[in-house]
């Protein structure tokens, strides 16, 4: 069963860090293009980033360029979203979803909320 | 390339037809995905490709359209069905989502 667990997530204050983990079991993880999309309180959804398979290429919306890195770690099945220079805007539910075009799966979510 | 959903909120009795619209600001040829969401719940897949159901999701969902113009036809609301439904282009980056369609009991 294709499995995608988001942790990592919690309270920062404006301008500060958060790291979000996915751990991905049931499928080739190595293979498949990752992605992070999240889903502010109440709202709708927005795609922030997106990693390839391969050679790691990365994609992000513009909001997040510059603060916010994906990464991955194939031996151990993991999907990292690094967020710096947090602003109140980021407060969303985090979603891990594989795939990197359409998301055929998604995790639970992780909460960030970014207040002082 | 910004996606506008209509109507906003649909109400529809059980075992009705309901037809959601998916407009894009710009030619994305077929690559549409529908997503349905459940309060408290991950969106779930049901289509891409525009018209291509997604693994497990039953025949009464059906997507259809090309270029701008999108639709996804639920053919006989059942009450599981009731819920929020976003379309999503990824022909261009950044990929993007509509705004939603709620489908509500009437």
């Known amino acids: 069963e294709v499995q995608v667990v988001e942790s990592g997530g919690g309270l920062a204050q404006p301008g500060g860090s958060l790291r979000l983990s996915c751990e991905a079991s049931?499928?080739?993880?190595?293979?498949?293009?990752m992605s992070w999309v999240r889903q502010a309180p109440g709202r709708g959804l927005e795609w922030v980033a997106g990693?390839?398979?391969?050679?790691?290429?990365?994609y992000y919306t513009d909001s997040v360029k510059g603060r916010f890195t994906i990464s991955r770690d194939n031996p151990r099945n993991t999907l990292f979203l690094q967020m710096n220079r947090l602003r109140a805007e980021d407060t969303a539910v985090y979603y891990c979803?594989?795939?990197?075009?359409?998301?055929?799966?998604w995790g639970q979510g992780a909460l960030v909320t970014v207040s002082s | 390339i910004v996606m506008t959903q209509s109507p906003v909120t649909l109400s529809v009795s059980p075992g009705e037809r309901a037809t959601l619209s998916c407009r894009a600001s710009?030619?994305?040829?077929?690559?549409l995905a529908w997503y349905q969401q459940k309060p408290g719940q991950a969106p779930r897949l049901l289509i891409y490709?525009?018209?291509t159901r997604a693994t497990d999701i039953p025949a009464r969902f059906s997507g259809s359209g090309s270029g701008t113009e999108f639709t996804l036809t639920i053919s006989s609301l059942q009450s599981e069905d009731f819920a929020v439904y976003f379309c999503?282009?990824?022909?261009?980056?950044?990929?993007?989502f509509g705004g939603g369609t709620k489908v509500e009991i009437k």
């Open positions: 490709g525009a018209s």
């Open positions: 979803a594989k795939e990197g075009l359409y998301f055929d799966h």
């Open positions: 049931g499928f080739m993880f190595p293979n498949s293009p």
């Open positions: 999503q282009q990824y022909d261009k980056w950044p990929l993007t």
């Open positions: 990693i390839s398979a391969t050679f790691s290429h990365t």
């Open positions: 710009q030619t994305v040829n077929s690559n």
